[in-house]
C-alpha cells in the first residue's frame, strides 16, 4: 500500500488539526496529527544542539554531545565546497543518530559590518560564495535524509535590535547582495526548509512579508519547500500563514492556533491558504520519517578527524616572513589562555557539547621534539595581572620563537548583541608589546568570531595566523599548521579593515529608532574598499602558503551559459599544497553602479610539488546580472567584460577581456521618460524624434546643442512648451505605439 500523500492528509483532518500542525508541539518539534508523526528541528549549524532537559533557543541548556565541526566564519574562509559538503553529510549522519528530522542552518546572512555579534555564524561578505558554500553544505546534510533550514530570510545582518529593527534596503543591493545567497542555496540545493528572519525588511517583519516569503522565494526562485518562523519570529499568526510562512516555532501553547481557525470563522483567512501550509508541513514530516534510522550510529573519532580537517583547511596564514613552518627541534614558547583553554564557538542558540576537545598546547607539545613551556599571560575574561605578563616575558625571551595565542574573549561576541569595536583587549596588546620588546619571532596566533583591527601589529610581527573559531578539533589543526603537518589554504571570507572607520557601513550601523539604513548600498565588502581605492590591513580572497602557486594559459570565453575561464595552476614550491583560484568580474563602462570586480567563481586545487592542473570556473550568465530596477527583472548588460583570475582580490594574476552579449530588454515608455531615453529606444526614437523635429527637419529639438541640453528632460514636460509642435494626444498616441512595437 502506498502512503498517503501531503494532500490526501490533510483532506482527511479538521480545521483544528491542520491550525495545530502549522506551528510547533513545544520547543524544538512539531505537533503530530492524525496520520503526521511529530519531528525534531534543533540547532544547528555545526554540530547538532539536542537538548535533553529545559529546552531554550539561546544556548544556556546542556545538549546531548556532538561533534564541534568548526562555526561557519571558518569554514568560510576554507572555499572548499567539497569540504562542506562532507561536513554537511557528517553533520545529518548525527542528527540522524540523534533523530532529528532537520537541523537548523545554514546561516548565510551576508557579513555587512564586522560588528556583528553572530558574524561566526555567517560564511562571507559575499553573496556567491556564501551561496555555493552553503548550497553544497545543504546537498551534504539532506543526502542523510536530514532537511536543512538555510537562514534567517532575510537581511538579518546585526543584533542590535534584531526582533524589531527594519533594514532600509534599496531593492538592488537587496536582490544583487543580500538574496542572492539565499537564493543560490535554494536553487542549487533546494533545503526542505526556510528560516525567516526576526527583523524588518524596508518597514514589514520578514515572518509576514507576502513579497519575501511568497513573490520572491516561490514564484521567482520556484521554491517548494517550507518556511519556518525562526524562534519567535511571529508577530501576527494571521498575518503570517498568509503571506507565506507555514510553520510558527516554538509552540505557542495553542495561542495563536486558535487565532488561526478564529480567522477561518470569520472569513479572514482562507481555509486552502492554511491547508497549503499544513500540506507542506505533512511534506517535510514525510520526508524525515523517510530519512529516519531508529539504528542509526555514526563513527564520532572519524567525525572528529573530520573536524579537525576543515579547521586545518579555514585557518588562514595571513603574513609569514619564514618563520613558518616550525620544525619539530625548534625552540617554542606557547604564550596565551586561549590556547589551552580554546574559544572554539560563539555564544548563543549555535553552542554545541562536543565529543572531544583538543587544545592547541597539548597539540603542539605532541608534535615538538622539545619540551614547550606555557604562560598564560591572560585570564579568560582577557584581563591580566603584572605576574600574568612576567611569566609570559620570561617564557618568550627563553624561546627562540613565540606562539602567542590571543583573541576575543567570549563575552565580547555572542549572539543577541553586536560589538561596538574591533580591538583586542588592551591588555592583551600589552602584552604583545611586552613579549615583542623581548623576542623579535612572535607568531601572532587569533582566535576570533568577527574580525579584530590588526593595523596595530601587523607590520612588525613576522606572521600571523587567522584561526577564528575552529570547533572542537581546532587545536590539533592549529599545531598542523604552525609545524606544516598540513599546508595552510584557507583564504579571507572578509576583509579585515585597517579600521573601523573604513568599513562600510560605518556611520550606518546597527541604525536607530527602528531604521538601520543600508547607505552603502551595493558596495558591501571588498566592493566598498576597492571602489575607494581604500589600503586594507589583509584582503577578501587573500591567504598564504608554504609553497607558491603560478598561474598560465589563462582564457576566458563567453556563451550562453555565461564565462569559461580556463588557466594552469602550477605548484612552483617546495611543498604540496592547495591553492584556491578565484575568479572575479568587472564591467568598467557600464550603465549602471557597480563595484569595479565581483567574486563571480573559485575553485580549490590540491596540488603535489612540482605538479600542474588545468582548472575550469564556470562564471553563470545568471551571475553576471543585475536586478534593472525599471522592469523589475535580472538583466545581463552587454559589453566588454574584464575577467580577473586572481590568489585575493588584490592579488591579480592574469585578466581577459571578453564580449558579453546583453540581454534584449524594453523599458516602457512614458511621458515621464527623458528625451535621452526615447532617443535611445531603437523603435520609438526615430519615430518620436521625427515626430518632434529631433531628427534635424527643425522644431523644437532640431538644434544639436538644444537637444544634448534637453536629454534629461521628460518628454512630457517639453512637449508642453510653446513651439514643440507635438499635442499630448499626439505624444500618447506616438508612445503608445512606440511601446506596442
Ligand atoms: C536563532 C536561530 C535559532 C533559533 C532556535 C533563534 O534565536 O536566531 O538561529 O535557530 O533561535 O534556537
Same mark, same amino acid.
Given at each position: 500500500?502506498?502512503?498517503?500523500?501531503?494532500?490526501?492528509?490533510?483532506?482527511?483532518?479538521?480545521?483544528?488539526?491542520?491550525?495545530?500542525?502549522?506551528?510547533?508541539?513545544?520547543?524544538?518539534?512539531?505537533?503530530?496529527?492524525?496520520?503526521?508523526?511529530?519531528?525534531?528541528?534543533?540547532?544547528?549549524?555545526?554540530?547538532?544542539?539536542?537538548?535533553?532537559?529545559?529546552?531554550?533557543?539561546?544556548?544556556?541548556?546542556?545538549?546531548?554531545?556532538?561533534?564541534?565541526?568548526?562555526?561557519?566564519?571558518?569554514?568560510?574562509? *576554507?572555499? !572548499?565546497?567539497? =569540504?562542506? @559538503?562532507?561536513? &554537511?553529510? $557528517? %553533520?545529518?549522519?548525527?542528527?540522524?543518530?540523534?533523530? #532529528? /528530522?532537520?537541523?537548523?542552518?545554514?546561516?548565510?546572512?551576508?557579513?555587512?559590518?564586522?560588528?556583528?555579534?553572530?558574524?561566526?555564524?555567517?560564511? *562571507?561578505? !559575499?553573496?556567491? =560564495?556564501? @551561496?555555493?558554500? &552553503?548550497? $553544497? %553544505?545543504?546537498?551534504?546534510?539532506?543526502?542523510?535524509? #536530514? /532537511?536543512?533550514?538555510?537562514?534567517?530570510?532575510?537581511?538579518?545582518?546585526?543584533?542590535?535590535?534584531?526582533?524589531?529593527?527594519?533594514?532600509?534596503?534599496?531593492?538592488?543591493?537587496?536582490?544583487?547582495?543580500?538574496?542572492?545567497?539565499?537564493?543560490?542555496?535554494?536553487?542549487?540545493?533546494?533545503?526542505?526548509?526556510?528560516?525567516?528572519?526576526?527583523?524588518?525588511?524596508?518597514?514589514?517583519?520578514?515572518?509576514?512579508?507576502?513579497?519575501?516569503?511568497?513573490?520572491?522565494?516561490?514564484?521567482?526562485?520556484?521554491?517548494?519547500?517550507?518556511?519556518?518562523?525562526?524562534?519567535?519570529?511571529?508577530?501576527?499568526?494571521?498575518?503570517?500563514?498568509?503571506?507565506?510562512?507555514?510553520?510558527?516555532?516554538?509552540?505557542?501553547?495553542?495561542?495563536?492556533?486558535?487565532?488561526?481557525?478564529?480567522?477561518?470563522?470569520?472569513?479572514?483567512?482562507?481555509?486552502?491558504?492554511?491547508?497549503?501550509?499544513?500540506?507542506?508541513?505533512?511534506?517535510?514530516?514525510?520526508?524525515?520519517?523517510?530519512?529516519?534510522?531508529?539504528?542509526?550510529?555514526?563513527?564520532?573519532?572519524?567525525?572528529?578527524?573530520?573536524?579537525?580537517?576543515?579547521?586545518?583547511?579555514?585557518?588562514?596564514?595571513?603574513?609569514?616572513?619564514?618563520?613558518?613552518?616550525?620544525?619539530?627541534?625548534?625552540?617554542?614558547?606557547?604564550?596565551?589562555?586561549?590556547?589551552?583553554?580554546?574559544?572554539?564557538?560563539?555564544?548563543?542558540?549555535?553552542?554545541?557539547?562536543?565529543?572531544?576537545?583538543?587544545?592547541?598546547?597539548?597539540?603542539?607539545?605532541?608534535?615538538?621534539?622539545?619540551?614547550?613551556?606555557?604562560?598564560?599571560?591572560?585570564?579568560?575574561?582577557?584581563?591580566?595581572?603584572?605576574?600574568?605578563?612576567?611569566?609570559?616575558?620570561?617564557?618568550?625571551?627563553?624561546?627562540?620563537?613565540?606562539?602567542?595565542?590571543?583573541?576575543?574573549?567570549?563575552?565580547?561576541?555572542?549572539?543577541?548583541?553586536?560589538?561596538?569595536?574591533?580591538?583586542?583587549?588592551?591588555?592583551?596588546?600589552?602584552?604583545?608589546?611586552?613579549?615583542?620588546?623581548?623576542?623579535?619571532?612572535?607568531?601572532?596566533?587569533?582566535?576570533?568570531?568577527?574580525?579584530?583591527?590588526?593595523?596595530?601589529?601587523?607590520?612588525?610581527?613576522?606572521?600571523?595566523?587567522?584561526?577564528?573559531?575552529?570547533?572542537?578539533?581546532?587545536?590539533?589543526?592549529?599545531?598542523?599548521?604552525?609545524?606544516?603537518?598540513?599546508?595552510?589554504?584557507?583564504?579571507?571570507?572578509?576583509?579585515?579593515?585597517?579600521?573601523?572607520?573604513?568599513?562600510?557601513?560605518?556611520?550606518?550601523?546597527?541604525?536607530?529608532?527602528?531604521?538601520?539604513?543600508?547607505?552603502?548600498?551595493?558596495?558591501?565588502?571588498?566592493?566598498?574598499?576597492?571602489?575607494?581605492?581604500?589600503?586594507?590591513?589583509?584582503?577578501?580572497?587573500?591567504?598564504?602558503?608554504?609553497?607558491?602557486?603560478?598561474?598560465?594559459?589563462?582564457?576566458?570565453?563567453?556563451?550562453?551559459?555565461?564565462?569559461?575561464?580556463?588557466?594552469?595552476?602550477?605548484?612552483?614550491?617546495?611543498?604540496?599544497?592547495?591553492?584556491?583560484?578565484?575568479?572575479?568580474?568587472?564591467?568598467?563602462?557600464?550603465?549602471?553602479?557597480?563595484?569595479?570586480?565581483?567574486?563571480?567563481?573559485?575553485?580549490?586545487?590540491?596540488?603535489?610539488?612540482?605538479?600542474?592542473?588545468?582548472?575550469?570556473?564556470?562564471?553563470?550568465?545568471?551571475?553576471?546580472?543585475?536586478?534593472?530596477?525599471?522592469?523589475?527583472?535580472?538583466?545581463?548588460?552587454?559589453?566588454?567584460?574584464t575577467v580577473s583570475v586572481g590568489a585575493s582580490s588584490r592579488d591579480i594574476r592574469a585578466e581577459a577581456s571578453v564580449e558579453v552579449a546583453g540581454d534584449e530588454i524594453r523599458v516602457p515608455?512614458?511621458?515621464?521618460?527623458?528625451?535621452?531615453?526615447?532617443?535611445?529606444?531603437?523603435?520609438?526614437?526615430?519615430?518620436?524624434?521625427?515626430?518632434?523635429?529631433?531628427?534635424?527637419?527643425?522644431?523644437?529639438?532640431?538644434?544639436?546643442?538644444?537637444?544634448?541640453?534637453?536629454?534629461?528632460?521628460?518628454?512630457?514636460?517639453?512637449?508642453?512648451?510653446?513651439?514643440?509642435?507635438?499635442?499630448?494626444?499626439?505624444?500618447?498616441?506616438?508612445?503608445?505605439?512606440?511601446?506596442?512595437?
Amino acid at each position: 500500500m502506498t502512503n498517503p500523500t501531503p494532500e490526501e492528509v490533510v483532506g482527511s483532518l479538521s480545521l483544528e488539526q491542520k491550525a495545530g500542525l502549522t506551528s510547533g508541539a513545544d520547543f524544538w518539534t512539531s505537533q503530530e496529527a492524525p496520520g503526521v508523526p511529530s519531528i525534531m528541528l534543533t540547532d544547528g549549524p555545526h554540530g547538532v544542539r539536542k537538548q535533553q532537559g529545559g529546552s531554550d533557543h539561546l544556548g544556556l541548556n546542556a545538549s546531548v554531545p556532538a561533534t564541534c565541526f568548526p562555526p561557519a566564519v571558518a569554514l568560510g574562509s *576554507s572555499f !572548499d565546497a567539497e =569540504l562542506l @559538503g562532507r561536513v &554537511g553529510v $557528517a %553533520l545529518g549522519e548525527e542528527a540522524r543518530a540523534e533523530s #532529528v /528530522g532537520v537541523l537548523l542552518g545554514p546561516g548565510v546572512n551576508i557579513k555587512r559590518s564586522p560588528l556583528c555579534g553572530r558574524n561566526f555564524e555567517y560564511l *562571507s561578505e !559575499d553573496p556567491i =560564495l556564501s @551561496g555555493v558554500l &552553503g548550497a $553544497a %553544505l545543504v546537498n551534504g546534510l539532506q543526502s542523510q535524509g #536530514v /532537511g536543512a533550514s538555510v537562514k534567517h530570510f532575510a537581511a538579518n545582518n546585526q543584533e542590535t535590535d534584531r526582533m524589531r529593527i527594519s533594514a532600509d534596503i534599496d531593492e538592488r543591493p537587496l536582490r544583487e547582495i543580500y538574496l542572492r545567497s539565499f537564493q543560490r542555496v535554494v536553487q542549487d540545493a533546494a533545503p526542505w526548509t526556510v528560516m525567516c528572519s526576526y527583523n524588518r525588511i524596508n518597514g514589514v517583519f520578514a515572518s509576514q512579508d507576502p513579497w519575501l516569503l511568497t513573490s520572491v522565494l516561490r514564484e521567482e526562485w520556484g521554491y517548494q519547500g517550507l518556511v519556518v518562523s525562526d524562534w519567535g519570529a511571529v508577530v501576527d499568526r494571521v498575518a503570517s500563514l498568509t503571506a507565506g510562512l507555514d510553520l510558527e516555532m516554538p509552540s505557542s501553547g495553542g495561542r495563536t492556533d486558535a487565532e488561526l481557525v478564529a480567522a477561518v470563522g470569520a472569513g479572514t483567512l482562507s481555509e486552502t491558504v492554511l491547508d497549503t501550509a499544513a500540506v507542506r508541513v505533512v511534506d517535510m514530516v514525510q520526508k524525515a520519517v523517510a530519512g529516519a534510522d531508529s539504528s542509526a550510529t555514526y563513527d564520532a573519532a572519524a567525525h572528529h578527524a573530520l573536524a579537525r580537517e576543515a579547521a586545518a583547511a579555514s585557518m588562514v596564514l595571513l603574513k609569514n616572513d619564514g618563520v613558518l613552518p616550525l620544525s619539530p627541534d625548534s625552540s617554542v614558547a606557547v604564550i596565551g589562555h586561549v590556547a589551552q583553554a580554546p574559544r572554539y564557538q560563539g555564544a548563543g542558540s549555535s553552542q554545541i557539547n562536543p565529543t572531544r576537545l583538543d587544545n592547541a598546547l597539548d597539540e603542539i607539545r605532541a608534535l615538538s621534539t622539545l619540551e614547550v613551556p606555557f604562560a598564560a599571560g591572560y585570564s579568560e575574561d582577557g584581563s591580566s595581572t603584572p605576574e600574568q605578563t612576567a611569566e609570559a616575558v620570561a617564557a618568550a625571551s627563553a624561546a627562540g620563537t613565540v606562539l602567542l595565542f590571543l583573541g576575543v574573549p567570549a563575552a565580547q561576541e555572542s549572539e543577541g548583541f553586536d560589538r561596538d569595536h574591533l580591538e583586542l583587549p588592551a591588555q592583551q596588546l600589552e602584552l604583545l608589546e611586552a613579549v615583542l620588546a623581548v623576542n623579535a619571532r612572535t607568531v601572532v596566533v587569533l582566535s576570533n568570531g568577527g574580525v579584530v583591527r590588526l593595523s596595530a601589529f601587523a607590520e612588525r610581527v613576522p606572521a600571523i595566523l587567522e584561526g577564528w573559531l575552529l570547533g572542537q578539533a581546532g587545536g590539533g589543526a592549529t599545531a598542523q599548521v604552525l609545524y606544516g603537518v598540513v599546508n595552510p589554504a584557507g583564504r579571507l571570507a572578509e576583509t579585515i579593515p585597517v579600521r573601523l572607520e573604513d568599513t562600510p557601513a560605518y556611520g550606518n550601523f546597527p541604525g536607530e529608532h527602528g531604521h538601520v539604513r543600508y547607505g552603502e548600498g551595493l558596495l558591501v565588502g571588498y566592493r566598498w574598499y576597492d571602489a575607494r581605492d581604500m589600503p586594507v590591513s589583509f584582503p577578501f580572497g587573500h591567504g598564504l602558503s608554504y609553497t607558491t602557486f603560478e598561474y598560465s594559459d589563462m582564457s576566458a570565453v563567453a556563451d550562453d551559459a555565461g564565462i569559461t575561464v580556463s588557466l594552469t595552476v602550477t605548484n612552483t614550491g617546495g611543498r604540496d599544497g592547495a591553492d584556491v583560484v578565484q575568479v572575479y568580474t568587472g564591467l568598467s563602462d557600464s550603465s549602471v553602479a557597480r563595484a569595479p570586480q565581483e567574486l563571480k567563481g573559485f575553485a580549490k586545487v590540491h596540488l603535489a610539488v612540482g605538479a600542474s592542473s588545468s582548472v575550469v570556473v564556470q562564471v553563470r550568465r545568471e551571475d553576471l546580472a543585475y536586478w534593472d530596477t525599471r522592469i523589475s527583472a535580472w538583466t545581463v548588460e552587454g559589453g566588454p567584460y574584464t575577467v580577473s583570475v586572481g590568489a585575493s582580490s588584490r592579488d591579480i594574476r592574469a585578466e581577459a577581456s571578453v564580449e558579453v552579449a546583453g540581454d534584449e530588454i524594453r523599458v516602457p515608455l512614458s511621458v515621464d521618460s527623458t528625451i535621452g531615453e526615447v532617443m535611445a529606444h531603437p523603435v520609438a526614437g526615430p519615430m518620436i524624434m521625427a515626430a518632434v523635429g529631433g531628427d534635424g527637419s527643425g522644431g523644437i529639438l532640431g538644434d544639436p546643442s538644444m537637444l544634448k541640453m534637453l536629454e534629461s528632460a521628460p518628454i512630457g514636460r517639453m512637449m508642453g512648451f510653446p513651439g514643440s509642435g507635438v499635442e499630448p494626444e499626439q505624444l500618447a498616441q506616438l508612445l503608445a505605439a512606440a511601446n506596442a512595437e
